[in-house]
């Protein structure tokens, strides 16, 4: 199957179910910026798992079908291409992060970057188990104008656990520590949260030390499940 033959089978799939009553709520919670076939999660994935399995040849059709997908003006098209991409994230590498970081650009908002940083998470960790300095792409993230892309970079290492560069977490946390931006202050606090559970005296000690500079969201969300002196 083709990209091109994909996207139009999800597209059959999925239009017939719209329900326009719940694509004006999942509207509204989004702000009123983007259009929604109003499918709930569940019921979206089933419904394209039905398709059948994909064998995708290259990573290059792999990220054709997702940015096909992406082009279609209903949200829950966006959420398929997060979705395949995650399913087949073994199949790309550091090479396709500028595609990755395109996407995450195109119409962003909270729900879809979060759900490509995830899939960034899973090709990051894979390129540092061969190639340690592979990070050095999100030390370069970090600092892109974009605040969605700096976001990214602060969540890659979300579930990677003991493996996670503590230097370079809490690097990163102190670098963001002055932005006014919601969703940097939310992030730091959740990658550093996520870390905590495998590493709480690394992060109490991060925080008790930084508590001055970081902003009380990030605080609050880091100590969600610690207790700070």
């Not at 033959?5 to 597209?11: C, N, S, T």
């Not at 076939?37 to 979206?44: D, E, H, I, T, Y």
């Not at 932005?179 to 000690?205: C, H, M, S």
């Amino acid at each position: 199957m083709t990209p091109k033959q994909f996207v139009h089978a999800v597209e059959h799939a999925l239009m017939p179910l719209a329900d326009d009553a719940k694509a004006q709520g999942m509207k509204a919670y989004l702000l009123n910026q983007f259009e929604f076939l109003g499918l709930a999660a569940p019921v979206r994935r089933a419904t394209v798992k039905a398709i059948g399995k994909v064998k995708w040849q290259s990573a290059a059709d792999l990220l054709a079908a997702a940015e096909l997908l992406w082009q279609k003006p209903e949200r829950e098209y966006c959420y398929t291409a997060v979705d395949l991409l995650r399913q087949h994230s073994a199949q790309l590498n550091v090479n396709d992060l500028p595609a990755l970081q395109a996407l995450l650009l195109q119409d962003a908002w909270w729900e879809t970057v979060d759900g490509l940083s995830a899939v960034i998470a899973d090709v990051m960790h894979a390129a540092v188990q061969q190639k340690p300095n592979a990070a050095i792409t999100m030390d370069v993230w970090l600092t892109h104008p974009s605040h969605w892309v700096r976001r990214s970079a602060m969540l890659h290492q979300l579930g990677w656990r003991l493996d996670t560069d503590t230097t370079r977490l809490f690097d990163y946390a102190a670098q963001l520590a002055d932005e006014k931006e919601f969703f940097i202050r939310k992030a730091i606090g959740w990658a550093l949260r996520d870390y905590a559970r495998w590493n709480p005296q690394a992060v109490t000690d991060f925080l008790v030390e930084h508590r001055n500079t970081l902003s009380a969201l990030t605080v609050r969300e880091a100590a969600k499940h610690l207790t700070l002196p």
